[in-house]
């Protein structure tokens, strides 16, 4: 069975042990999470604006791939504001990572 890709929205300034562990939660609850600020700062400088404004355009074309976008943290960035404007226009699902561990613990407890 294919699992749902879901976007990881964090604050830019996440730290990647930080980013790690909310991929490993998306993946614990069942989805592929997606999330650039963790793969792609690997090889993009960020220091570098073409390349900043290139890493932007790379995380949007993902976004736009995936079914979810779930915001990780307490607090919302503006580059988190704009990751869900770009989903909401989109109509990709917006939860949080608190929400999509109650939908499938209810998913779970419907199924038995």
């Not at 830019?12 to 600020?37: F, H, M, N, Q, S």
């Not at 929400?99 to 199924?111: P, R, V």
């Amino acid at each position: 069975m294919e699992k749902a890709f879901a976007y990881v929205c964090a604050a830019p300034d996440a730290a990647p042990r930080l980013l790690k562990r909310y991929c490993r939660k998306i993946y614990e609850l069942g989805y592929v999470p997606i999330c650039p600020k963790l793969s792609d700062s690997q090889y993009l400088q960020m220091e570098n604006a073409d390349e900043k404004r290139e890493f932007q355009n790379i995380s949007r074309q993902k976004l736009c791939r995936c079914r979810m976008l779930v915001v990780c943290g307490n607090e919302i960035s503006n580059s988190m504001s704009a990751e869900i404007g770009t989903a909401e226009k989109r109509n990709i699902i917006c939860t949080t990572l608190e929400g999509l561990a109650k939908i499938k613990e209810s998913d779970e407890h419907d199924g038995l």
